[in-house]
């Protein structure tokens, strides 16, 4: 069965168009037979080559370099010529125009690898909105100039993730929209206007080319506008959203909107209860401690003041504040008033989800959340729906699971395909899961930018999506297989190994491929898995032993050589460029404040972001290990980040738990926030300039990823006779 792939990539192209054999071939070719842009593009790459050929050669000039080197650091974006080298054309313009889109094409595939000293910052352009402080559905007037690289435009785009009061934290199900066409107005601004929705109390926005090419989204900060009263002060609502918003990108800021929050509504305990949320995740339990007083007796003042109020964020955030401290009585009162609201207020959400899941068994809990979901929807946080998916498996009701599932896929279509694999497991709705997990993969292959981050460009949102495909794949083969359609399942697991790194899967599929006496294609796929430096000489001895006669020596070593440069091709083109910023401050292990950039400076890094918080960084602690000790030997180093001080107490249980990587304390959120990290465990790899070179990357691909940054060929293990 044939899916709608997403469209090769450049490179992909080039070498079909070029002849060469790659892993990706077949798929390239089925690919083009129903693509007619890509068919073109291929057509019009072998036209560009065949000129190429006939151009000659000519060196680069020295001084050449060394101009772009200087005009790259006087602040110039785009290096254009500034004389003329003297020189008569042999040939006609369209010729050299054609060597010049060949050029691009190479040199495009050099700057996605580029050179420190010759590549140019991104920078960001400025945007101011007026009003300043709207009101519910105001119209916005928006000024904006940009950086260099879409100052050149005819139009940009605008676009905005607006949130209503009834909107969850991060982003999740949060969707973007176009909020305006900015046109050129003059000395380099262009200007466009847009009505806020009427529901909306809340936006963030970012500017992008209009084929999304190039994102300036503020440095990652986006733009934000807060919806007000009349008077100028932000609603409580907008300041709610706005946090809940910087929960997936920033998570100190997010504290400071707290208490920027409590400023305005001091007399509202719901904001202080969020507050108390913030700084408990940002400041740890000691700070919080020692607040405990002066909270404890703003709570008991509330207490008096609000008692008799019906108002269900009074009464949410009263029973949300209350069970921070040890007056049980104050809980016990406010915790029967939840119980009694019949309201559909978002406050009281929280309270009656936990009166839900931590007060049933499985089959309770499934009653009652059919009948929180529709009192709330579509309000509730992914968790829930999450949550009862599980519920549904532990009661074994698959009319359940099966309703969960779907309601799922609307509320989360493009990271579903988990939840529509379980279907699988069960007769009675193994057809309904099949069938989501094919939509899915269409919707995935196919793209929507309605769930395209304001942050990213459209090629960054199809290597994400891409990934999700792969996982949904996965998911449709195993199924297949297990439903005895092995041979339907094998060439599905065969799609999801064309691209992207895991010898996990390629051992899993060649399996599939032997069963089925294909022994060339499992070969080739085993010989990725040995390739990888995380498999040692014995573990690719193994593999190599599972193909029999077929494996000889000399056919063996050169398809570990191949498998080498193909895990190259296909990292590279995985890899992203971000540039830390100059200082991040964090402390050693030895209790010294030092500036993690610098460390970062010299060598490749594995920088893990952990916390003992988490139950699945915990977990990951001997893969951790592991991994490091894996990249050592490719000289990288590891960096472990966590946001807890240094104490007695974490360093005995880092002893306990055989954790030896060297632990930088992050408590003033600098690396968490250059990172943009958001949660534990994550896992980035920077190269030797200290430029992040893969980002919340898989730990199994950790090692294939140091390896392609070290510099030369990547190193083939020698092959044992």
């Given at each position: 069965?044939k899916?709608?792939?997403?469209?090769p990539?450049?490179?992909?192209?080039?070498?079909?168009?070029?002849g060469?054999?790659s892993?990706?071939r077949?798929?390239?070719?089925?690919?083009?037979?129903?693509?007619?842009k890509c068919?073109d593009q291929v057509?019009s790459?072998?036209?560009?080559?065949?000129?190429a050929?006939?151009?000659g050669?000519?060196d680069?000039p020295?001084a050449?370099?060394?101009?772009v080197r200087?005009?790259?650091a006087?602040?110039?974006?785009?290096?254009l010529?500034?004389?003329?080298?003297?020189?008569?054309p042999a040939?006609?313009?369209?010729?050299?125009?054609?060597?010049?889109a060949?050029m691009?094409?190479a040199?495009?595939a050099w700057?996605?690898?580029?050179?420190?000293d010759l590549?140019?910052?991104?920078?960001?352009?400025?945007m101011s909105l007026?009003?300043?402080?709207p009101t519910?559905g105001?119209w916005?007037?928006?000024?904006y100039?940009?950086?260099?690289?879409l100052?050149?435009?005819?139009t940009l785009?605008l676009?905005a993730?607006?949130?209503?009061?009834r909107?969850?934290?991060y982003?999740?199900i949060?969707?973007?929209?176009v909020a305006?066409t900015?046109?050129?107005?003059?000395?380099g601004r262009?200007e466009?206007?847009f009505?806020?929705?009427?529901?909306a109390?809340y936006?963030?926005f970012a500017?992008?080319?209009p084929?999304?090419h190039?994102?300036?989204?503020?440095d990652h900060?986006?733009w934000?506008i807060?919806?007000?009263?009349?008077?100028g002060?932000?609603l409580l609502?907008a300041?709610v959203?706005?946090?809940r918003?910087l929960?997936?990108?920033?998570?100190?800021?997010a504290?400071e909107?707290a208490?920027r929050?409590?400023?305005?509504?001091p007399?509202?305990?719901?904001?202080?209860?969020?507050l108390h949320?913030?700084e408990?995740?940002?400041?740890g339990h000691?700070?919080?401690?020692?607040?405990?007083?002066?909270d404890?007796?703003r709570?008991?003042?509330?207490?008096v003041?609000?008692?008799h109020?019906v108002?269900?964020?009074i009464?949410?955030?009263?029973?949300?504040y209350a069970?921070?401290?040890?007056?049980?009585?104050?809980?016990?009162?406010?915790r029967s008033?939840?119980?009694?609201?019949?309201?559909?207020?978002f406050?009281?959400?929280?309270?009656?989800?936990?009166q839900?899941?931590?007060?049933r068994?499985a089959?309770?809990?499934?009653?009652?959340?059919?009948?929180?979901?529709r009192r709330?929807h579509?309000?509730?946080p992914?968790m829930?729906?999450?949550n009862m998916?599980?519920?549904?498996?532990?009661?074994?009701?698959t009319?359940?699971l099966l309703?969960w599932v779907t309601?799922?896929?609307?509320m989360?279509?493009?990271t579903?395909?988990?939840?529509?694999a379980?279907?699988?497991?069960?007769p009675?709705v193994?057809d309904s899961?099949?069938?989501m997990?094919?939509?899915s993969i269409r919707?995935l292959?196919?793209?929507?930018?309605a769930?395209r981050?304001?942050e990213l460009?459209?090629?960054?949102?199809?290597?994400?999506?891409?990934?999700?495909?792969n996982?949904g794949?996965?998911f449709l083969?195993?199924?297949?297989?297990a439903?005895?359609?092995?041979l339907a399942?094998a060439?599905?697991?065969?799609?999801a190994t064309t691209?992207?790194w895991?010898?996990?899967?390629f051992?899993?599929?060649?399996k599939?491929?032997?069963?089925?006496h294909?022994?060339?294609r499992?070969?080739g796929l085993l010989?990725?898995?040995?390739?990888?430096?995380?498999t040692?000489a014995?573990?690719a001895?193994s593999l190599?032993?599972?193909l029999?006669p077929?494996a000889?020596?000399?056919?063996w070593?050169n398809?570990?050589?191949s498998?080498?440069?193909e895990m190259r091709?296909r990292?590279?083109?995985?890899a992203?460029s971000?540039?830390?910023?100059?200082?991040i401050r964090?402390m050693?292990p030895?209790?010294?404040a030092?500036?993690?950039?610098s460390?970062?400076?010299g060598n490749?890094s594995f920088?893990v972001f952990?916390?003992r918080?988490c139950?699945y960084?915990?977990?990951a602690?001997?893969q951790?290990e592991q991994v490091?000790g894996?990249?050592?030997?490719?000289?990288a180093h590891t960096i472990?980040v966590t946001?807890?001080?240094?104490?007695?107490e974490?360093r005995r249980?880092?002893?306990?738990?055989?954790f030896?990587a060297?632990v930088y304390?992050?408590?003033?959120?600098?690396?968490?926030?250059?990172?943009q990290?958001d949660?534990?465990?994550?896992?980035?790899?920077?190269?030797?300039d200290g430029?992040?070179?893969?980002?919340y990357t898989q730990?199994q691909?950790?090692p294939?990823e140091?390896?392609v940054?070290?510099p030369g060929?990547?190193?083939?293990r020698t092959v044992?006779p």
């Amino acid at each position: 069965m044939k899916f709608p792939l997403l469209h090769p990539s450049l490179g992909s192209l080039k070498r079909f168009a070029d002849g060469e054999e790659s892993a990706d071939r077949r798929q390239v070719a089925d690919h083009i037979a129903t693509c007619s842009k890509c068919r073109d593009q291929v057509a019009s790459l072998r036209s560009l080559s065949q000129t190429a050929r006939g151009l000659g050669e000519r060196d680069v000039p020295g001084a050449l370099i060394d101009s772009v080197r200087a005009r790259l650091a006087s602040g110039e974006q785009v290096i254009l010529p500034v004389t003329d080298s003297g020189m008569k054309p042999a040939r006609p313009r369209w010729a050299y125009a054609a060597a010049a889109a060949v050029m691009l094409i190479a040199v495009g595939a050099w700057l996605f690898w580029p050179n420190p000293d010759l590549s140019a910052a991104a920078t960001t352009g400025t945007m101011s909105l007026t009003p300043e402080h709207p009101t519910p559905g105001a119209w916005i007037s928006v000024q904006y100039e940009p950086p260099q690289a879409l100052a050149g435009s005819k139009t940009l785009i605008l676009r905005a993730r607006f949130r209503t009061d009834r909107d969850q934290g991060y982003d999740r199900i949060t969707r973007q929209v176009v909020a305006a066409t900015l046109k050129p107005a003059g000395q380099g601004r262009f200007e466009g206007r847009f009505k806020l929705p009427d529901q909306a109390v809340y936006a963030a926005f970012a500017v992008e080319a209009p084929d999304a090419h190039y994102v300036d989204s503020n440095d990652h900060r986006l733009w934000d506008i807060l919806v007000s009263t009349t008077d100028g002060r932000p609603l409580l609502s907008a300041f709610v959203e706005q946090m809940r918003d910087l929960q997936g990108r920033n998570w100190p800021e997010a504290l400071e909107v707290a208490r920027r929050m409590v400023q305005t509504f001091p007399q509202s305990p719901y904001a202080w209860d969020l507050l108390h949320f913030y700084e408990m995740v940002q400041l740890g339990h000691a700070h919080n401690d020692s607040t405990a007083t002066a909270d404890l007796a703003r709570l008991r003042a509330f207490h008096v003041r609000y008692a008799h109020s019906v108002d269900p964020e009074i009464i949410a955030g009263m029973l949300g504040y209350a069970v921070q401290f040890d007056d049980t009585t104050i809980t016990r009162y406010w915790r029967s008033k939840v119980l009694l609201d019949t309201s559909s207020s978002f406050p009281m959400l929280e309270d009656h989800v936990g009166q839900v899941l931590f007060t049933r068994d499985a089959t309770g809990v499934l009653a009652a959340g059919d009948s929180i979901w529709r009192r709330y929807h579509p309000i509730l946080p992914g968790m829930f729906e999450q949550n009862m998916v599980f519920q549904a498996m532990v009661a074994k009701d698959t009319a359940a699971l099966l309703l969960w599932v779907t309601r799922i896929d609307s509320m989360e279509p493009m990271t579903s395909t988990w939840a529509e694999a379980l279907l699988t497991k069960f007769p009675s709705v193994r057809d309904s899961g099949l069938a989501m997990l094919r939509r899915s993969i269409r919707r995935l292959s196919e793209g929507d930018d309605a769930y395209r981050s304001l942050e990213l460009t459209k090629e960054e949102q199809r290597h994400a999506s891409a990934i999700e495909v792969n996982r949904g794949l996965v998911f449709l083969g195993n199924a297949l297989i297990a439903g005895g359609d092995t041979l339907a399942g094998a060439d599905t697991l065969r799609l999801a190994t064309t691209d992207g790194w895991d010898p996990a899967l390629f051992r899993q599929v060649a399996k599939q491929f032997l069963a089925l006496h294909d022994t060339a294609r499992a070969a080739g796929l085993l010989a990725l898995a040995a390739a990888d430096p995380a498999t040692n000489a014995a573990g690719a001895d193994s593999l190599r032993s599972q193909l029999g006669p077929y494996a000889t020596k000399d056919r063996w070593e050169n398809m570990l050589e191949s498998a080498g440069a193909e895990m190259r091709r296909r990292l590279v083109e995985d890899a992203v460029s971000k540039r830390l910023r100059p200082s991040i401050r964090v402390m050693a292990p030895d209790g010294e404040a030092v500036n993690l950039t610098s460390l970062l400076h010299g060598n490749t890094s594995f920088v893990v972001f952990w916390s003992r918080n988490c139950p699945y960084a915990v977990q990951a602690i001997p893969q951790i290990e592991q991994v490091r000790g894996v990249v050592k030997d490719l000289g990288a180093h590891t960096i472990v980040v966590t946001d807890e001080a240094d104490s007695p107490e974490l360093r005995r249980y880092l002893q306990d738990h055989a954790f030896t990587a060297d632990v930088y304390h992050d408590t003033g959120h600098e690396a968490g926030t250059a990172f943009q990290q958001d949660g534990t465990p994550y896992y980035f790899v920077v190269d030797a300039d200290g430029v992040v070179r893969f980002a919340y990357t898989q730990l199994q691909r950790v090692p294939a990823e140091v390896a392609v940054l070290q510099p030369g060929p990547v190193k083939v293990r020698t092959v044992t006779p």
